[in-house]
């Protein structure tokens, strides 16, 4: 039996639900469209051979309160007069919403449409196409609302405040609540703020507090002194610092040569190399280097893991500084290291336009799948006589790399 039922319908309304089309629908009545629902009913020959069926069938959509049945009359050449359901319609917002059980959830939200009026009749104006948009979402947020509201109204009072999120003193408001809310208030604000209190330059969850006006928590950047004639007086003799981003960019060091690599334990176990320091990379966040201008003095080395996402770190590290050079990324230590092979997850697939032809050609094979299948060298893998035999020839090289 292809009949429409009851289940049907009822998914058909619940469709109506999940595109936030009832609740929209609560927010302006003369807008609201009478919605028709899809309706199959039994055939000529399903009428006769089908009989118990179809006076079930029909007694159980005579008992749906909630839709409109539009009903026809006509002569069945065996049964004679017969009447069937021809249309149904859902009329209203409130009886798609009582078929679903979601009358509750409707007087939450307009609990929610009330208290954005009783909060600020302006606001409420910028704030209703939002609403009617994300009509769902601002349901699931009913219980936070009243506090996103005065997140957005002491943004109003105070357009780039220049504090911390921590320092926002509203009742119930704390910082993790704005943190975890990031993505609303973005959009709520993008609403009520005027364009000079929104850098639209900055974007994402990441650069919330920027975009608004918030002083964010500085990054951070680790390194080594690989020289005892570059360190600095008073921390002992490790030399492992830990700087602000503001503080490293004003470094005035003599360095020559700063190695970056991936892998802490690399990073601690670095042999020392004349002039020279060594980062402690981010995977592929290297923001932090961008304003250090004394790093283009110096020629900078990057040591990734050789596979595919190695080199793709490779590719944007040098979107900031197009001089790096690549260390131990090379065929020789590659082939030199085979019983250290491993399998790459997700392989990169796509085209990195600042490689050196050389690098361009191991990537390709290794994202070809031309020596094994996904391959991969982690950086931790490779032999520690490989490393310093290889750290201070490299130094002595004083060509730029650019990409071909």
């Known amino acids: 039996m292809t009949w429409t039922t009851r289940a049907d319908l009822r998914t058909q309304v619940q469709k109506l639900w999940d595109k936030g089309e009832l609740l929209r629908g ?55 007069e017969c009447t069937l359901p021809d249309e149904v319609w859902l009329d209203s917002p409130q009886e798609g919403l009582a078929l679903l059980g979601k009358t509750p959830d409707a007087r939450c939200f307009l609990a929610v449409l009330q208290a954005t009026r009783d909060h600020d009749t302006r606001l409420a104006e910028r704030l209703w196409p939002w609403l009617a948009k994300r009509a769902l979402t601002a349901l699931a947020l009913a219980d936070d609302w009243p506090r996103l509201l005065a997140v957005v109204q002491w943004l109003q009072a105070h357009p780039r405040p220049g504090v911390y999120l921590r320092q926002v003193d509203l009742p119930g408001v704390d910082s993790k609540f704005i943190e975890s809310h990031r993505a609303v208030l973005a959009d709520l604000l993008d609403l009520c703020l005027p364009p000079t209190a929104i850098d639209s330059g900055a974007t994402g969850l990441g650069g919330f507090c920027q975009r608004y006006g918030f002083k964010d928590k500085p990054l951070r950047i680790r390194l080594r002194v690989l020289d005892a004639a570059l360190a600095v007086p008073g921390i002992g003799i490790d030399q492992d610092i830990m700087l602000t981003q503001a503080d490293f960019a004003q470094l005035n060091w003599p360095v020559q040569h700063v190695f970056m690599t991936e892998n802490e334990v690399n990073f601690l176990a670095f042999p020392s190399v004349p002039g020279s320091v060594v980062i402690f990379g981010a995977g592929y966040g290297f923001d932090a280097l961008h304003d250090a201008p004394w790093l283009q003095r110096c020629a900078v080395h990057y040591w990734g893991d050789l596979d595919t996402h190695g080199f793709a770190i490779l590719d944007q590290l040098r979107a900031h500084l197009p001089h790096v050079q690549s260390l131990l990324m090379d065929r020789a230590t590659l082939l030199a290291h085979r019983a250290q092979w491993v399998t790459e997850p997700q392989p990169v697939r796509r085209n990195l336009p600042r490689l050196t032809q050389g690098e361009t050609a191991l990537y390709n094979d290794l994202r070809d799948n031309r020596l094994q299948v996904s391959l991969r060298l982690e950086q931790e893998r490779l032999g520690f006589g490989w490393v310093s035999a290889r750290v201070n020839p490299v130094c002595l090289r004083s060509e730029q790399v650019s990409p071909p």
């Open 26 to 80: 609560l927010m302006d009545s003369a807008a609201w469209q009478p919605k028709r629902l899809r309706l199959v009913v039994p055939g000529s020959a399903e009428l006769v051979n089908q009989v118990e069926a179809v006076r079930h069938w029909l007694a159980a959509l005579r008992g749906m309160a909630q839709v409109r049945i539009v009903w026809r009359t006509f002569f069945h050449r065996v049964l004679g």
